[in-house]
């Protein structure tokens, strides 16, 4: 299915990254206490090619969207990210990824970036930032989220009862699976 998707980019199939928290039970590495959410959690960091995950990160509670992805690029054991087939492929993501630097490793990696204005870090008009064409393609932005409660409609990964990180990771991966061959 996925294969297909790639060949038939016919429908603007965009990259798409989002992060997603889970709530820690039992859980020992990978924990820390969330500020925002006011507990302990698990990120989980996705990379989809339109509704499919192609790569993802399990980490840290605390740490900062933008740089969880910027290690996730950086990591060469991951699948190949860069499935653009022409040069101006669209990465789509929310404004927790409005960081110049992350804008540049994506911009190497022949990427359009359309990450949504931070207003904290910049007081232009998020309107103002967009194009026309880009605000239809942000719009595709919304299949991460449907992966996201696709994926934690799974018990073992919607609350985190594994102790160790590796066994969390093998419950996350058959939600994957679960994910593509449902779709």
Request: net charge positive; glycine share 2%.
């Amino acid at each position: 299915k996925i294969n297909e998707e790639f060949k038939n980019n016919k429908n603007n199939t965009c990259t798409i990254s989002d992060v997603t928290c889970v709530s820690n039970k039992y859980g020992e590495d990978k924990v820390e206490y969330n500020g925002q959410k006011k507990r302990k959690v698990t990120k989980i960091s996705l990379i989809t090619y339109g509704k499919y995950p192609i790569s993802h990160k399990i980490d840290y509670g605390a740490r900062h969207d933008s740089k969880i992805l910027y290690e996730q690029l950086n990591n060469p054991y991951n699948i190949n990210i860069n499935v653009s087939q022409n040069n101006n492929e669209y990465f789509l993501a929310d404004s927790a990824y409005d960081w110049n630097k992350l804008k540049e490793k994506l911009m190497k990696m022949k990427y359009v970036p359309i990450i949504g204005n931070n207003k904290r870090n910049n007081k232009k008009n998020h309107d103002a930032l967009f194009t026309s064409e880009e605000k239809k393609v942000y719009k595709e932005r919304i299949k991460i989220e449907h992966t996201n409660k696709i994926i934690k409609n799974h018990r073992r990964v919607n609350c985190r009862y594994d102790r160790t990180i590796e066994s969390f990771q093998e419950s996350l991966l058959l939600s994957f699976i679960d994910l593509i061959l449902n779709q």
